[in-house]
Structure formats: C-alpha cells, structure tokens
C-alpha cells in the first residue's frame, strides 16, 4: 500500500498539478530530497491525521521546522484541494507571502500565480487554478467581505499567530465564529512560539501538536555598558565578527528601511579598507519594500571564502528563514505602532523589543550549528528593561479600519466580538467616534452609504473618504492618483548624499505656487504619466522609479474600484476643489501655527512641526501657514506632520460643520439650550473672525 507520501511525491513528479515552468527536474530532485530534511517531515501522518480528527489544530514548531512551505503541501498532497477548493494561508507580512509562495511554486515545479500564488494588498498573483494561496492577514479579513463563509476555502491556517497582528486577531475572531456553521472548513492556527495555550483555550481547547525544533546551543553575549548608537555599534560588531569569527552568516536586525539603507553604505565604505586578506563580505538588505528581484539574493547560499551579512527587520526575526546564519546582532530595538486613544494619535517609533523577540533573534543564530548572539544591551537592561512579549496591535492601534470591515460585514456588537484580547474601550469609542464623523456610521452605529462605498476601499478610512469625496468635487481622477502616493509606503522623491542641491532643485519644480505636498504628488503623476511613464524621466527628476510604479498598480486598482462603487471618474484642474476633497477625509488631522512656530493639532491640542521633508519648508522664503491638513505624524527626534498641504480654515467649518464650528457659533447653541460649553468659553477671541483660533471643537 502506497503511503500518502509517496501520492504526493507523485503529484509532485506527474506534474498534477499545474506545470508551467522552467524548474529542470533534477533541480526538483534536490528541492524534494531537502523537504525531507525538515524537522516537520517526521510529523507529516501525525498532523495530517490530526487535521483530519480536529476541525482546529494549533501548531507549534521553531522558525524553520517547516511550517509554512511544508504544511499547505502536504495538506495539497492528502486530497484537500480536491474539486478546486483552495487552502488559504496568512501571514502579517506582505514580503514573507510574496516569498513563502516563490519558494513553494518552486518546491511543487509549478509557476508561481498558477497552482500557488499570493495575494497582498494592491497585488494579485493568483488564478482561476490557484489551490494554495499565500496571503496576507488583512487579505483575508477582506475576502470575508465578498465570500461571509469562506465558501471556497477547505483549509485556512493562520500562520505566524505568535505575531498578533490586528488583522490576525480579528482574523481569529471571524474564524471561530465562521468554523461553528462551517463543520467541513479546516483550521490551523500556527505559532513559532510556545504560549500555544493561550490559542487552544480560544479555540475551546483546540489540540496542539508541537513540532521539535533543531536547536544548537546559541551563546548569547551582553555589552558591558548600554550603547549610545547602536546602529554604529551594529555595523561595528558584524564587521568584528566578519574579521575574527570562524565562517558563518551575519545577520543583523534594524529597525528599517532607511537604517537598513544607511547601514549598506557604511559598510560598504568601511569593508573597502579591509584589504584582499579578508574575505569578501556581502551585503544582502531585507526589509517590506524591497524590490521583488532583489528578496531572492538573501537566500542564494554563501559563495566559498566569502561571508553573508543579512541587514533586515524584524521579518527575519520569524517570518523568513535564512539559511546558514551563525552570528545574529541584536540591537534590541524595532519599529512598533503606538496609539494614543485619548488624542487619537498614532505614531510609528522605535521601540526596546521584548524579552521573547529577542530569544527569536537569538535563536536564528542556532539553526544549522552552534552559534552566536551578540545583544547590543546589557544583561541589566535585558533582565529589567525588556517586557516578556509585545502587546498585541489590537491594543496599540487606531482600530477605524477594522471597526469599519467589522460593520460591514454586518457586526454590530462590537463590545461582544470575541476577540483573544480585547482593545481597549477607549479605542473602539475613538474608532466609532471618528467614523461618525467621516460620515461612515449614522448616529446609531449603523454603516451609511458613504461607509459601504469606503469599506469598498482597501485604504484606511480617512483615505477612503477622500476619495469618496472626490465625487462630490468632480475630481476623483486627481484623488485616486493622490492617494495612490500617498499609499506606496516608500518615499517619492530620491535624494542621493552627493547630489543633495540637484535634487532639491528638481523636487522644487513640482512645489510651484506653494501647492502643498498633496498638490505637488499629483503633479510628480501626471508628468511622469506625460512622459509615458519613463523610467528616464525619473532619473531626471530624482523621482524613486519603484515607488512611481507601485502608485501606478495602486491607481489603477483604485480606479476599478471607483467603478464598483459607482463613482465616475472626472478630471478637474481646480486646486482648491482637489485640496477640498482632501480635506473631505483628512479634517481630523489639521493644525494650526502657534506664535513660536510650531504646530498644534486641532481637535485633540497636541504639538507637531512640519518635516523638514515637506515642499512647504523647502522654499527658499517659506512662510509658515497658519492653518494646515497633514497626512500623518511621525515620531523621530520630534512629533512631525508629513505630507503638508495648507487649507483655509473656513473649509473646516463648510467640510466638516459637524466637527469644528466657530466659538461663537457653539456659543450661541449652548446658551440657546441654557448650557455652558465645557471648559471653552474664548469670548474675546471670537471677534476675529475667521481667525482660526476662534475655531473650537465640538463634537
Ligand atoms: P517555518 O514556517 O516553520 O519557519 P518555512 O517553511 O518557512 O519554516 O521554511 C522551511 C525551509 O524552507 C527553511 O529551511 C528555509 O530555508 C526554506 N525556505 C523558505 N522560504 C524560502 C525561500 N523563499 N527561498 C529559499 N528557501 C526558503
Ligand atoms: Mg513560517
């Protein structure tokens, strides 16, 4: 009697499933002879037997093990595809299912897109014949909103658990509710970490099958004093290693692209000086944006003589693994979310990881041998500075998004949805409140057409509503180009440290008139698009090709959708109403000059300052405006706005009526009802008009 096994290797060979590439077959030789080496190998009839006995199984099993590339396979190879259903995995990262799904179209000799693909946000590789599909977290929470029941799907693991995302937590949430009237839908709950019974209590006792790791001993080794750089003492420790250490790979965690981009060049600058005695040390970054072309380098094994040294974030921490990695530098730092519920502010920072990020860390160095872990803290500050773990997103983020995927797909008892941790109150009040204001929820909760028509978007809400504004404006054309740009996650504008003064100069051009940093992204569009999407022109103008690509895949995507939600597409060349439609979704996010220079918030008084970056602060005379809209605040060495654009204040009062209104004009309204406004009773400001700090809020 045949083995499963032996099916699949079968399937595998026979090409059942779809064969359109190039994999020659005695490279698919070798691919299968090392999935057999994994550690998850050994458990393949356990797990399958498992999944077959258990409508939910927690998995656990080391970075490594196998879990993702292996278990979607196997589950292919027992028959869980059969009649085109399709098993679905989710990771919180966008770069891990792009690569995950690679390796796996690899492993099974099929082209990727076909039998196997992935889907992320603004980007599709997936077919009519896709059965394993690699996804993201937030994916598939959208996909609940065109199929309720996950009709499709025979299997959904969610994998990287441990991560907590927002979008895995809902996830969860959705999916034992949905497993209740779904008795044939597979689950499997995936985790590198060992709490899994926190994940088995959630699923009311679910099993657990825990896969043993491979596991070399790791020594792990503290500064003496805490580092005052520690992206210099990074790049100081690798090339430490690199110089005095036995082979092995390096692999070191930043908290960024930016830093990642930093830390290339100055290596690069310092390994030039090390002479021809040693070895060649090579450079391999990885981080979200990283080109698709350049994420496979990172797992070309090392050349003879030479050494890898894997600049990356917190991805490689359990997400991606790298092959061959002895000596991790861990920092201690990464970029974590923050949300401030009370002001509603959210701001990415650099933050101290937690005490089981960096066993992960630690704990890549110990995959193929003994190795090393050189943590750039001290033992002190690891022992009392360090939390256990990290906070879930779902309690340190603005929740508006899922609040409003949640109502649409028609739950309205929010404070009872079973999530693993609940958010606090506070936010999901934060959450509904600035709905409500976007005109997304009426007074009861309940979604409008407005926010039916932005739940269409896969953008947050104050984007969505901006581009549903743009209806109104007869501008949707320049909108959806604006929030294309504003979407790339990478940054429009090249400035290279030796031609800093000809970028300036070229990025001047599109900042004319003072347009503000909206204005001046839809003028970086249309000219790139007027010279047919040149890469040559971007050159020119020191314009990031990639990010200009990725906004064109996103406009176009925007566009389809602005079909489905039945707005047409019209052009306008009237500024004021474009920077109206703006304001339409971003009027929570306003603020006006105070006399020392700086910015306060609105809404909820909070200091900010342009970034330096902005086209604002860019002209040579600038004049400070008084009042302006911002994309988002960013935390760095002060809180800045970024993406600036100047408005007048009286749009707020037209836009918005329901959300800022003249002193004044509240005034009137409490003392006609006989109640005085809370704390806010500026009187003798409220004759200058329409000065904006006569502008107070009421909501
Ligand atoms: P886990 O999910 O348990 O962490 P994976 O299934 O991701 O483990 O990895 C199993 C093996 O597959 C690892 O040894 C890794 O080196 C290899 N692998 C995974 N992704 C890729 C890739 N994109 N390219 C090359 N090898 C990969
Ligand atoms: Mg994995």
Not at 64 to 92: D, M, R, V
Not at 484 to 492: D, E, P, R, V
Not at 550 to 568: G, N, S
Request: include cysteine.
């Amino acid at each position: 009697k045949k083995s499963v096994l032996l099916e699949g290797d079968q399937m595998i060979a026979n090409g059942n499933v779809d064969v359109g590439k190039v994999q020659p077959s005695h490279q698919l030789d070798k691919l299968r002879e090392e999935r057999k080496t994994l550690p998850i190998y050994a458990f393949r009839e356990r797990l399958l037997q498992d999944v077959e006995k258990n409508q939910v199984l927690i998995i656990v099993g080391e970075t490594g093990s196998g879990k993702t590339t292996q278990i979607p396979q196997y589950l292919h190879e027992a028959g869980y595809t059969k009649g085109g259903k399709k098993i679905g995995c989710t990771q919180p990262r966008r770069i891990a299912a792009m690569s995950v799904a690679a390796r796996v179209s690899q492993e099974m000799g099929v082209k990727l897109g076909h039998a196997v693909g992935y889907s992320i946000r603004f980007e599709d590789c997936t077919s009519e014949k896709t059965v394993l599909k690699y996804m993201t977290d937030g994916m598939l929470l959208r996909e609940f909103l065109v199929e309720p029941d996950l009709a499709s799907y025979s299997v959904v693991m969610v994998d990287e658990a441990h991560e907590r995302t927002l979008s895995t937590d809902v996830l969860l949430g959705l999916l034992k509710d949905i497993a209740r009237y779904r008795p044939d839908l597979k689950l499997i709950i995936s985790s590198a970490t060992l709490d899994a019974e926190k994940f088995s209590d959630f699923f009311d006792s679910a099993k657990i099958l825990r896969i043993p790791g491979r596991r070399y001993p790791v020594d792990i080794h503290y500064m003496e004093a805490p580092q005052a750089d520690y992206l210099d003492a990074a790049i100081v420790a690798a090339l430490q290693v690199h110089v005095t250490q036995p082979p092995g790979d390096i692999l070191v965690f930043l908290t960024g692209q930016e830093e990642i981009e930093t830390a290339e060049e100055i290596f690069k600058h310092r390994t030039r000086g090390l002479g021809t005695k040693i070895s060649e040390l090579i450079i391999c970054p990885i981080y979200a944006n990283l080109p698709t072309e350049l994420q496979a380098k990172i797992f070309e094994p090392t050349p003879e003589g030479a050494r890898k040294v894997v600049l990356a974030t917190n991805i490689a921490e359990t997400s991606l693994t790298i092959d061959g990695i002895k000596y991790v530098i861990d920092p201690g730092f990464s970029k974590m979310k923050s949300y401030n519920p009370r002001s509603g502010m959210e701001s990415l920072q650099v933050t101290p990881i937690s005490k089981a990020s960096s066993m992960q860390r630690a704990g890549r160095a110990g995959r193929t041998g003994h190795g090393k872990c050189f943590r750039l803290y001290t033992s002190y500050n690891y022992d009392s500075d360090l939390d256990d773990s990290t906070v879930p997103e779902v309690q340190r983020t603005n929740l508006a998004n899922v609040v409003l995927t949640l109502k649409s797909l028609g739950i309205h008892d929010l404070v009872n949805f079973e999530f693993m941790d609940p958010p606090p109150c506070e936010a999901l009040l934060k959450a509904l409140e600035l709905l409500f204001a976007l005109g997304a929820l009426n007074k009861v909760g309940e979604l409008t057409k407005v926010g039916r028509r932005m739940a269409e978007f896969p953008v947050d809400p104050m984007l969505s509503k901006m581009i549903v504004a743009s209806d109104k404006y007869k501008c949707s054309d320049e909108v959806i180009s604006i929030a294309a740009m504003l979407s790339t996650g990478s940054s429009i504008f090249y400035r290279p440290k030796d031609k800093q003064v000809h970028a300036d100069t070229a990025r001047l051009r599109f900042h004319s008139g003072n347009v503000g940093d909206h204005i001046a992204l839809l003028k970086v569009y249309n000219a790139w698009k007027e010279a047919n999407y040149s890469t040559q022109w971007c050159y020119e103008n020191y314009i990031q090709v990639r990010s200009m690509k990725r906004a064109r895949d996103i406009r176009d995507q925007l566009e389809r959708l602005l079909e489905r939600v039945e707005i047409k597409l019209s052009s306008s060349n009237d500024l004021e109403a474009i920077k109206k439609a703006v304001t339409s979704g971003f009027f929570p996010h306003c603020s006006r000059l105070q006399k020392n220079g700086s910015y306060r918030t609105i809404k909820h008084p909070h200091t900010a300052h342009i970034h330096p970056s902005s086209g604002i602060m860019a002209l040579e005379h600038h004049v400070l405006p008084r009042c302006v809209l911002y994309h988002e605040l960013v935390l760095t060495t002060k809180e800045y706005m970024r993406q600036v654009t100047e408005i007048k204040p009286e749009w707020l009062v037209e836009i918005a009526p329901h959300y800022y209104q003249l002193n004044g004009v509240v005034e009137e309204d409490y003392s006609t009802s006989k109640k005085m406004p809370r704390g806010k009773g500026r009187t003798s400001t409220s004759k200058q008009i329409p000065n904006l700090v006569d502008y107070s809020i009421c909501v």
